[in-house]
């Protein structure tokens, strides 16, 4: 992770204050990974579980960089400028909590354990011809990444859009310190990363902690999602679902061309896309737009044009056949949405492509036994699955014809290669660490 910050001055000045240190040289940028370090950039040196960033202060002075943020000073390194805290990580956090003060625009934050990114990068685009509008890049969602996030903050922004990341229960109360959101939403709730939360009832409580620390602000309720429904709320709500009930609702149609369309409280959207999520998506986004300012007849123009992040649900074509790269990452949720998605493509066959996932504790082989359930009852007719973990889907979907396991991504890729056809339809889905966009990238299908 890196930025480049947008007033350096003024960040020397909120440093000193917070450290007691007034760092020399003018810090101008500041990285979290050495290899991203450049002149003038303050390196953040934080202790993983696997690696230590400590090791790397040689790379940093190699590099020119303006300093580093370590918990323990380097002697043997006094060519580079050190400054010791406590915590680097709950220091820059501290930082970034107190550059945001200065702010008084509304401020966005989004959690969930699906749709985060789109949803933000959907409110970002509808917004975005009347906002200059400041928001998160990348995975910049965590304890390190938020704080950053926050410090490109400048003053011509006028709106804020931030993503909340978590892994571990707390997180997002923490998060939700250093943000200080005006606004905030849930897109949904749903068994991940129970590795480190343990139970789903961790998970709820967790994403809860965004609406718990918006006492003041607004809180954009979820009423589909049961588990969102019955969180406390000690602000100001709306609600937004589909059916007939919320402050926004809507319904999925098809125009008399057989395109997809949304009925938001009364007012017909055409979409880009079939993709049921992506409505999903595009409600909460419209409930929090029309809601800070986006007028009902600019909504249709302003989502024209748009496009889904890279690696969530997005679209391709490699020949003639069609592709859903939803790589970026993978529950069951999101997997089940996948393959509702898949069913509304016009495809000769229709094949799941499906790698581990990860983080699930005691509960992963059982979550992949419902992914293969799923795929069997989605009516799938193929299954293609990667990695020791997916095996249990591979048993679970014996129902479906052609049903392949690999032990590695290049053993699939060819047999994937020589199985496909003109008029196939693939959906490719499974956790960040399995890097599946790379099938698609090696695939070669004209």
Same mark, same amino acid.
């Given at each position: 992770?890196?930025? &480049?910050?947008?007033?350096?001055?003024?960040?020397?000045?909120?440093?000193?204050?917070?450290?007691?240190?007034?760092?020399?040289?003018?810090?101008?940028?500041?990285? !979290?990974?050495?290899?991203?370090?450049?002149?003038?950039?303050?390196? #953040?040196? =934080?202790?993983?579980?696997?690696?230590?960033?400590?090791?790397?202060? *040689?790379?940093?002075?190699?590099?020119?960089?303006?300093? @580093?943020?370590?918990?323990?000073?380097?002697?043997?390194? &006094?060519?580079? !400028?050190?400054?010791?805290?406590?915590?680097?990580?709950?220091?820059?956090?501290?930082?970034?909590?107190?550059?945001?003060?200065?702010?008084?625009?509304?401020?966005?934050?989004?959690?969930? !354990?699906?749709?985060?990114?789109?949803?933000?990068?959907?409110?970002?685009?509808?917004?975005?011809?009347?906002? $200059?509008?400041?928001?998160?890049?990348?995975?910049?969602?965590? &304890?390190?990444?938020? *704080?950053?996030?926050?410090?490109?903050?400048?003053?011509?922004?006028?709106?804020?859009?931030?993503?909340?990341?978590?892994?571990?229960?707390?997180?997002?109360?923490?998060?939700?310190?250093? @943000?200080?959101?005006?606004?905030?939403?849930?897109?949904?709730?749903?068994?991940?990363?129970?590795?480190?939360?343990?139970?789903?009832?961790?998970?709820?409580?967790?994403?809860?902690?965004?609406?718990?620390? #918006?006492?003041?602000?607004?809180?954009?309720?979820? =009423?589909?999602? *049961?588990?969102?429904?019955?969180?406390?709320?000690?602000?100001?709500?709306?609600?937004?679902?589909?059916?007939?009930?919320?402050?926004?609702?809507?319904?999925?149609?098809?125009?008399?061309?057989?395109?997809?369309?949304?009925?938001?409280?009364?007012?017909?959207?055409?979409?880009?896309?079939?993709? *049921?999520?992506?409505?999903?998506? #595009? +409600?909460?986004?419209?409930?929090?737009?029309?809601?800070?300012?986006?007028?009902?007849?600019?909504?249709?123009?302003?989502?024209?044009?748009f496009e889904p992040p890279s690696g969530r649900a997005r679209v391709l074509q490699n020949g003639q056949v069609t592709i859903i790269d939803d790589s970026y990452n993978a529950n069951?949720? &999101?997997?089940?949405?996948?393959?509702?998605?898949?069913?509304?493509?016009? $495809?000769?066959?229709?094949? #799941?492509?499906?790698?581990?996932?990860?983080?699930?504790?005691?509960?992963?082989?059982?979550?992949?036994?419902?992914?293969?359930?799923?795929?069997?009852?989605?009516?799938?007719?193929?299954?293609?699955?990667?990695?020791? +973990?997916?095996?249990?889907?591979?048993?679970? $979907?014996?129902?479906?014809?052609?049903?392949?396991?690999?032990?590695?991504?290049?053993?699939?890729?060819?047999?994937?290669?020589?199985?496909?056809?003109?008029?196939?339809?693939?959906?490719?889905?499974?956790?960040?660490?399995?890097?599946?966009?790379?099938?698609?990238?090696?695939?070669? +299908?004209?």
């Amino acid at each position: 992770m890196r930025i &480049s910050l947008p007033e350096p001055a003024e960040f020397a000045t909120l440093f000193a204050a917070i450290t007691s240190i007034s760092p020399d040289p003018l810090i101008t940028g500041i990285c !979290s990974d050495s290899r991203e370090c450049r002149p003038g950039d303050l390196y #953040l040196a =934080i202790r993983g579980e696997q690696v230590d960033g400590h090791r790397f202060l *040689p790379q940093i002075s190699a590099s020119h960089g303006a300093g @580093a943020l370590v918990d323990t000073l380097d002697d043997n390194n &006094s060519l580079l !400028s050190q400054y010791r805290v406590n915590d680097p990580v709950k220091t820059i956090g501290e930082i970034g909590r107190r550059w945001r003060q200065q702010f008084d625009f509304p401020v966005v934050a989004i959690t969930g !354990s699906n749709g985060k990114t789109t949803t933000k990068e959907l409110l970002a685009h509808l917004l975005g011809g009347q906002f $200059a509008v400041h928001r998160t890049r990348g995975n910049f969602n965590t &304890s390190v990444g938020l *704080p950053l996030t926050l410090l490109e903050m400048a003053g011509n922004h006028q709106l804020s859009i931030l993503e909340l990341g978590a892994n571990h229960p707390g997180d997002i109360a923490y998060l939700t310190g250093l @943000a200080h959101p005006t606004h905030g939403l849930i897109t949904n709730i749903a068994p991940a990363h129970l590795e480190g939360f343990g139970t789903i009832e961790k998970v709820v409580q967790t994403k809860g902690e965004l609406f718990a620390g #918006l006492a003041e602000g607004t809180c954009f309720v979820n =009423i589909d999602d *049961p588990r969102i429904g019955n969180l406390p709320i000690p602000g100001r709500s709306l609600t937004y679902g589909f059916g007939s009930k919320g402050n926004f609702y809507a319904r999925p149609e098809f125009d008399a061309e057989d395109q997809p369309i949304l009925i938001i409280n009364g007012r017909r959207v055409t979409l880009p896309t079939t993709n *049921p999520v992506f409505a999903r998506n #595009l +409600l909460a986004a419209t409930a929090v737009a029309v809601t800070l300012g986006l007028e009902w007849n600019d909504l249709q123009e302003r989502l024209t044009g748009f496009e889904p992040p890279s690696g969530r649900a997005r679209v391709l074509q490699n020949g003639q056949v069609t592709i859903i790269d939803d790589s970026y990452n993978a529950n069951l949720n &999101s997997v089940r949405a996948g393959l509702e998605y898949l069913q509304t493509l016009p $495809a000769r066959r229709r094949i #799941l492509v499906f790698g581990d996932m990860f983080e699930l504790g005691d509960a992963a082989e059982d979550l992949h036994r419902q992914v293969g359930e799923a795929a069997a009852t989605a009516g799938i007719d193929a299954l293609f699955t990667v990695g020791p +973990l997916s095996r249990s889907t591979n048993r679970a $979907a014996a129902a479906v014809d052609t049903n392949f396991h690999f032990d590695d991504k290049a053993e699939l890729t060819s047999e994937l290669n020589h199985f496909v056809q003109s008029g196939d339809a693939l959906l490719v889905k499974g956790s960040r660490g399995m890097a599946m966009e790379t099938i698609i990238e090696n695939l070669d +299908l004209n």
